[in-house]
């Protein structure tokens, strides 16, 4: 079975603060795919990054950045210097099969100013 | 400007009533989903749909209905069956086809019980 955990259920920094989200996913097959979206209040899911099992490399774009490591099934994504406008929901998603993903339950994010 | 369409934003639905929410992508994505979310939680699969005229259920199905005549187009009929149905409601598209494609969203409908 396919599962995704973010233990963070909410998280509190103050601007200009580092923050990093985890995400563990579980899956038994090789082929998988990872994601992140942030919800802000507005509600719309806003895709932020997609990640295939066989692209270990990290990535970065602007002030995020993403680690993905196979070893322990992570996918952690880090903000750096943050900002009030990062303040949302921040969810981790996992695809094996074709239209099945699985979302984890979601890190809320407050950056204070 | 391409992207999804929920309708309406609130929705509130009486005892036995039957509603049915919008969901429009003038994206040309064949894959078309339904989502539910309620507080501190993910979002559940409710039903999906990769072509016109064909759609699967997802893990939390009961009490809802679906329909896709057009590609644009796949509303969601929340019945009477369903006895808890207030959660927001989220529609999704993506190309289809291969499993990487990220799925587009749309700002959702909330729905409540009077």
């Known amino acids: 079975a396919q599962k995704v955990t973010q233990a963070q259920t909410e998280i509190s920094v103050v601007e200009k603060e580092d923050v990093t989200l985890d995400c563990v996913y579980e899956?038994?097959?090789?082929?998988?795919?990872l994601f992140w979206y942030k919800q802000p209040p507005s509600g719309e899911l806003v895709f932020l990054i997609r990640r295939n099992s066989f692209d270990e490399q990290n990535e970065i774009s602007g002030r995020y950045s993403w680690n993905f490591q196979k070893s322990t099934s992570s996918f952690n994504f880090t903000i750096t210097a943050s900002q009030v406008v990062d303040s949302a929901v921040y969810f981790c998603a996992l695809i094996v099969e074709v239209n099945d993903m699985r979302f984890g339950a979601g890190t809320r994010l407050t950056v204070k100013p | 400007d391409g992207g999804i369409t929920q309708s309406p934003k609130y929705l509130f639905r009486k005892e036995g009533q039957n509603v049915t929410l919008s969901c429009e992508q003038n994206l040309n994505h064949d894959a078309m989903y339904w989502y539910r979310q309620d507080p501190g939680q993910g979002l559940r699969l409710i039903y999906y749909?990769?072509?016109?005229?064909?759609?699967q259920k997802g893990d939390i199905a009961e009490g809802y209905s679906v329909s896709r005549e057009k590609k644009e187009s796949f509303p969601l009929t929340v019945t009477s069956a369903q006895k808890n149905p207030t959660a927001f409601y989220l529609c999704?598209?993506?190309?289809?086809?291969?499993?990487?494609?990220?799925?587009?969203f749309g700002d959702g409908t909330r729905l409540s019980i009077l």
């Open positions: 899956t038994r097959d090789t082929t998988y795919y």
């Open positions: 749909s990769q072509i016109v005229n064909d759609f």
């Open positions: 999704a598209s993506s190309r289809g086809g291969d499993s990487n494609q990220p799925q587009h």
